[in-house]
């Protein structure tokens, strides 16, 4: 089993609560940023690119909670940056498990031996480690050798001191599902609850941009991978809805829903996502949900989230479908993501639309 019945139990609680008082946005996971700082600087991230003072900056522990608090949602993912080397998470992690949330605390795992120390396990607390794959692969994706080797010793520790553990995958143009495959069989073998996979975001101020993997291409990465796993009988323990999954698969047609996992970090509540880090930032939750246009955003919306298929945005899309479709859910749970025939085609984006429209407009024509 991916996720503990305990918290299955309590975000289909808190899900059926939000329907139940119709609310139309509301949050699935609170994506907690309380520094960008970090000991790595990988060759697609788009978080370390700021200036000194700013890569110093702390969120509070009193600023952290009470974000957690003016949120609501059930689940804190804490990346960063990296958040073990903020002194003070512990107290943070000790105060979201006080509110009875479940935490993701996100790490490249280089601390996380030294630092185990000041963490007790706990059924809300999951360590969730980054690894692009195996040892090669992760070690040139984080630009730094022996990475893989310090992060997956630290996991062994965590885990025999009883923590629950995931790990989180991000995927890069020239990945193949063999190796994607072989890279899952390991985490299986070594322990971990489960595995987040998910294609990497185009950050504009990532250090290298011909890595990103293209929509088509991570559509069809899927599908291959999904097949392998049905012919040799595998059972990947991957922390996902199903229909995310399918939708990764190119079966379902999504979009967005950036609220779903809002991110508050050192400059405020940052709209509309943990992934577009220019468009503004609000300074509460309360006006983040209601001075941001939604509307504006997503892959048929906006350029910018033109190759978006991250978790971050679309899974939350595919819980809402499964609270309203649950045996759709449950039937692609039980046979897995379809890997042949038509994938469903995408809407043409609203700005294609609008930039055909001038194209063919009779009095530009005549100019």
């Known amino acids: 089993m ?3 019945f305990r918290q299955k139990f309590a975000i289909a609680r808190y899900l059926l609560t939000q329907k139940i008082k119709g609310v139309r946005r509301y949050p699935l996971v609170l994506m907690l940023e309380p520094l960008f700082q970090c000991n790595l ?4 991230c788009g978080k370390i690119d700021h200036p000194d003072d700013i890569l110093r900056k702390r969120l509070s522990v009193e600023e952290c909670l009470q974000s957690v608090d003016e949120c609501g949602a059930p689940v804190v993912s804490i990346p960063g940056g990296e958040p073990l080397l903020h ?24 601390l996380l031996k030294k630092r185990m120390k000041d963490y007790t396990p ?3 607390l999951t360590f969730s480690v980054h690894l692009d794959g195996l040892k090669a692969r992760h070690d040139a994706s984080v630009c730094q050798e022996g990475v893989f080797e310090r992060a997956v010793d630290a996991i062994r520790e965590a885990l025999s001191r ?22 899952l069989d390991f985490c299986m073998d070594l322990g971990v609850e489960a595995a ?10 990532a250090p290298r941009q011909d890595i990103f993997i293209r929509n088509s291409d991570t559509k069809e990465l899927f599908r291959r991978l999904f097949r392998l796993g049905k012919s040799e009988g595998k059972k990947w323990r991957l ?3 199903s229909l995310y999954l399918d939708f990764l698969a190119g079966n379902r047609s999504y979009a967005c829903t950036p609220w779903g ?7 405020g509540w940052q709209k509309p996502c943990y992934l577009l880090s220019d468009e503004g930032y609000a300074a509460s939750f309360k006006e983040l949900m209601e001075t941001t246009p939604w509307e504006k955003y997503g892959t048929s919306q906006n350029p910018k989230c033109a190759n978006c298929m991250a978790h971050c945005g679309y899974e939350p899309t595919a819980v809402e479908d499964a609270l309203t479709h649950p045996l759709r859910a449950a039937w692609v749970a039980l046979s897995g993501p379809r890997t042949e025939g038509e994938m469903t085609p995408e809407p043409v984006p609203v700005y294609e639309r609008e930039e055909n429209r001038q194209l063919t407009d009779p009095v530009e024509a005549m100019k």
């Open 2 to 4: 991916s996720i503990p």
């Open 196 to 205: 987040t996979i998910s294609p990497g975001f185009q950050y504009e101020n």
């Open 87 to 110: 002194k003070d998470m512990p107290k943070i992690v000790e105060g979201i498990i006080q509110r009875k949330k479940f935490i993701y605390l996100c790490t490249n795992a280089l």
């Open 239 to 241: 922390n996902h809805s």
């Open 261 to 267: 996992n809002p991110t508050r970090n050192v400059f």
């Open 162 to 183: 009883g923590f629950r553990v995931t790990v989180n995958c991000t995927l890069f143009q020239g990945e193949n599902a063999e190796e994607i495959a072989e890279f």
């Open 41 to 44: 600087a990988c060759a697609g």
């Open 122 to 124: 706990s059924p809300y």
